[in-house]
């Protein structure tokens, strides 16, 4: 499968605690994005990097969000001190940034729930 | 800020019906609109629209873009069950990421 890729796909965790999402790019994309989304609504865009450089960050990524792209392949998003308003699907999605070409891919999901 | 609308919010049809979906936005140094296809998991790809007037088609996915009244539709024909699904648009500016819409909900009964 040469898609993105994510994990864990679900993940129900108390108030308070930490959690660390993983997301694979496809291989050859430079662009790494991660978007959360809520019933109801579409994606909300949270932070991206181009190879492992973090370019730009929401104003919804509080202090208790942080991502990482170590080497400008995988990337992981942790949440700490959790809180039930965490609780929504986090997306990752990837592209190749090529003259026109940058559609964005998107992997499955991982489903948070705060309880 | 940028803004993404999509109407209408949800629409329920029957099997060989033709439906059009709206999506108007305000994008800062707008680049491209996409239309993405939502089941019960990720957005999947369809279309980028990066010029007014040039209708993309793929079967019988078609979308418009008008970049002077700042909107695009996707239009399905001939509508299966398998249409059903959130059908999502999201603008593109100077910045990377995507703005998005809240989606259509489509609902194609047999």
């Known amino acids: 499968d040469t898609g993105v890729s994510q994990d864990p796909r679900h993940k129900i965790t108390k108030r308070g605690q930490n959690v660390t999402f993983r997301c694979d790019p496809i291989s050859e994309h430079n662009r790494l994005y991660w978007y959360r989304q809520t019933l109801g609504q579409g994606p909300e865009f949270l932070t991206y990097?181009?190879?492992?450089?973090?370019?730009?960050k929401s104003r919804l990524l509080s202090d208790r969000f942080s991502a990482e792209r170590p080497k400008g392949s995988f990337s992981t998003l942790e949440i700490q001190r959790t809180e039930q308003g965490d609780s929504a699907m986090y997306l990752c999605a990837s592209s190749l940034e090529s003259g026109l070409s940058y559609e964005q891919y998107f992997g499955p999901g991982t489903r948070l729930t705060v309880t | 800020e940028d803004k993404v609308v999509q109407s209408p919010l949800s629409l329920v049809v029957h099997e060989g019906d033709t439906v059009t979906l709206n999506c108007s936005y305000e994008v800062t140094n707008f680049r491209s609109l996409l239309w993405y296809k939502q089941e019960k998991k990720a957005p999947t790809f369809l279309f980028m629209l990066?010029?007014?007037?040039i209708e993309k088609k793929s079967g019988r996915l078609s979308s418009i873009l008008d970049k002077k009244e700042l909107f695009s539709i996707l239009n399905i024909t001939a509508t299966q069950t398998g249409d059903s699904a959130i059908y999502l648009c999201a603008g593109r500016g100077s910045a990377r990421q995507l703005t998005f819409g809240s989606g259509t909900q489509l609902t194609v009964l047999p």
């Open positions: 990097f181009q190879n492992e450089a973090q370019l730009e």
């Open positions: 990066t010029s007014s007037g």
